[in-house]
């Protein structure tokens, strides 16, 4: 049963699952996923019948338009313009260390060359 549960796992979640965290996951999770990926395929045969339907004229079904749903739908709008991220200073604590750390790391720089 494990090793049923862990092929069918791994077969949905694909190389981004690692084994470790398919032994982890539990017999509930294991029963959302299934789920979810049930609903899926579900909306996904709707989506293609709903593709396959054919456009009439509106006023004489003899005329065919092509197919009713032909196009993708795309996203009709700009990025979201955000503000620049306010700039971060280091603690005098830290800043005062990266100090002494330059200042002991030019002498050695100057011997080396």
């Known amino acids: 049963m494990l090793i049923k549960r862990r092929s069918f796992l791994q077969g ?9 965290f398919l032994e ?8 959302h996923v299934a789920r979810i990926v049930e609903n899926a395929r579900r909306a996904q045969e709707q989506i293609d019948y709903l593709r396959t339907q054919p456009e009439y004229a509106e ?3 003899a005329v065919y338009l092509g ?5 993708q739908a795309h996203h009709e709008r700009d990025a979201i ?16 260390r990266s100090r002494d750390r ?6 050695a720089e100057l011997e080396a060359g």
């Open 67 to 71: 197919p009713a749903w032909n196009v």
């Open 59 to 61: 006023h004489n079904d």
């Open 24 to 31: 982890a996951m539990s017999a509930e999770a294991a029963g």
């Open 81 to 96: 313009i955000q503000p620049p991220k306010p700039d971060l200073r280091p603690s005098v604590a830290v800043a005062e």
């Open 102 to 107: 330059m200042a002991e790391a030019e002498p």
């Open 12 to 20: 949905l979640a694909g190389a981004a699952c690692t084994p470790l």
